[in-house]
C-alpha cells in the first residue's frame, strides 16, 4: 500500500540556486537581485538580469526563449529578492492569459511567502486582511479548475516545510469547500483561511521536535497534542479575523468519532470546518514527502483515511470526486 520514501534534490539546488516561475520577472520592473537562467546547449546557469536592472525588451525575449519556464535566483539571496518575488508573483497570477495551473502556483508561491513571514515572527504579524486576501485568491482559481490544483501542488512543492504544508491544505480545503459557495460562501472563506494558519501553534514547538523521525516520546506527544489550542489562541488576538477562524485551528485534530485531540470532541460538538480542514490536512501529511513516515498515493492516502474510520465521510466523498475528476 505504501510506496517508498523518495529523496530528491533538484540540480539547482545542490548547486544553491532557487528555481521560481519566470512570470515574476514582470515588464519594467527591477529585480533588487541578480536572477539566472538555465541553458541547455551550456548544460549550465547563466547570468539572466542583474540586480537594479530593468526588465526590458531584450530580457522579455530571453524570458520568451527558455526552455522551460523557470529562472533562478541564489538561495543566499533570496530573503532579499522575496518581496519583489511575492508582489509579482501576485500579479502575475492574475494574468488570464496564463495557464490555469501556471496561475495557481504563482498564487501559491506568492503565499508561501506570507506564510514564512507569518511563521518566522507569529507575535508580530496581525494582518488579517492579506490572509483573507489569499484564500479569496486561493478560492477563485480553485473553482476556475475543478481538480487542478491536485496536479499543481506537486511541483510548487520544495522541501517539506509547515508553511507549504500549510499552502497544500489551504488548496486542498479550498477545493473540498466549493459546495458552500452558493449559500455560505463566508464560511467559505473562513474555512480556508483557517486551513491557511491551522499550524500556527506548531511555532511554539521546539524546531527539532517538528522535524524528529520515529516515534515520540510521551512527554513529547503531550507537547504536540497542544498545538492547535495554541493555534486557537494565537489568532483569537487577530483583529478583523472571524471567530470561526481560532475555532477551526483549534479543533483541526478532533474527529468524529470522538478520538481526536486535544480535546477528544465528537459529531456535532466540532465545527463543520474543521472536519473539513481535518481531511484535507491528513490527506497532505499522508501524501507529501516528510521526515518521519512514508509517502502515500492519492487514492492509497484516501483509503486508510476511510479505513480508519474518524474522518467525516461525506468530506472524504468529495475529496474521492476530486481525486477522480483531477
Ligand atoms: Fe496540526
Ligand atoms: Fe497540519
Redesign the pocket.
Known amino acids: 500500500m505504501t510506496s517508498p520514501s523518495r529523496k530528491f534534490l533538484s540540480f539547482s539546488q545542490i548547486l544553491g540556486l532557487l528555481p521560481l516561475p519566470a512570470e515574476v520577472l514582470l515588464p519594467g520592473t527591477r529585480p533588487p537581485v541578480d536572477f539566472f537562467s538555465f541553458d541547455t546547449e551550456a548544460m549550465g546557469f547563466l547570468p539572466l538580469i542583474e540586480a537594479g536592472e530593468e526588465v526590458d525588451l531584450r530580457v522579455q525575449n530571453r524570458l520568451r526563449a527558455l526552455p522551460t519556464p523557470w529562472v533562478f535566483v541564489q538561495t543566499l539571496m533570496w530573503p532579499k529578492g522575496r518581496d519583489y518575488f511575492a508582489v509579482n508573483a501576485r500579479i502575475a497570477s492574475q494574468d488570464e492569459s496564463l495557464p490555469l495551473e501556471r496561475r495557481i502556483l504563482l498564487l501559491v508561491e506568492a503565499g508561501h511567502v506570507l506564510l514564512e513571514k507569518i511563521l518566522e515572527r507569529p507575535s508580530a504579524f496581525r494582518d488579517a486582511e492579506k490572509v483573507l486576501e489569499l484564500a479569496r485568491g486561493l478560492i477563485g482559481l480553485v473553482d476556475l479548475g475543478e481538480g487542478t490544483f491536485l496536479e499543481v501542488t506537486p511541483n510548487v512543492r520544495g522541501e517539506y516545510s509547515l508553511s507549504r504544508h500549510c499552502l497544500h491544505v489551504a488548496l486542498i480545503t479550498a477545493g473540498l469547500t466549493a459546495h458552500l459557495q452558493e449559500e455560505a460562501p463566508w464560511e467559505r472563506v473562513c474555512t480556508v483561511t483557517a486551513a491557511l494558519l491551522?499550524?500556527l501553534g506548531?511555532t511554539r514547538l521546539p524546531p527539532d521536535l517538528l522535524d524528529k523521525p520515529g516515534p515520540l516520546a510521551d512527554q513529547e506527544w503531550e507537547l504536540v497534542r497542544l498545538?492547535?489550542v495554541w493555534s486557537g489562541k494565537m489568532l483569537e488576538g487577530w483583529k478583523g479575523l472571524d471567530p470561526m477562524v481560532a475555532r477551526i485551528a483549534a479543533e483541526?485534530?478532533e474527529k468524529v468519532d470522538g478520538t481526536g485531540y486535544p480535546q477528544g470532541l465528537s459529531g456535532e460538538e466540532i465545527h463543520p470546518g474543521s472536519l473539513i480542514v481535518s481531511v484535507a490536512?491528513a490527506y497532505d501529511a499522508l501524501t507529501s514527502e516528510r521526515p518521519y513516515g512514508s509517502v502515500f498515493r492519492s487514492f492509497d492516502a484516501l483509503r486508510n483515511m476511510l479505513f480508519e474510520k474518524s474522518f467525516d465521510i461525506p468530506t472524504l466523498k468529495r475529496l474521492a470526486i476530486l481525486l477522480a475528476g483531477k
Do not use: E, F, I, N
Open positions: 491551522h499550524d506548531k498545538h492547535p483541526h485534530h490536512d
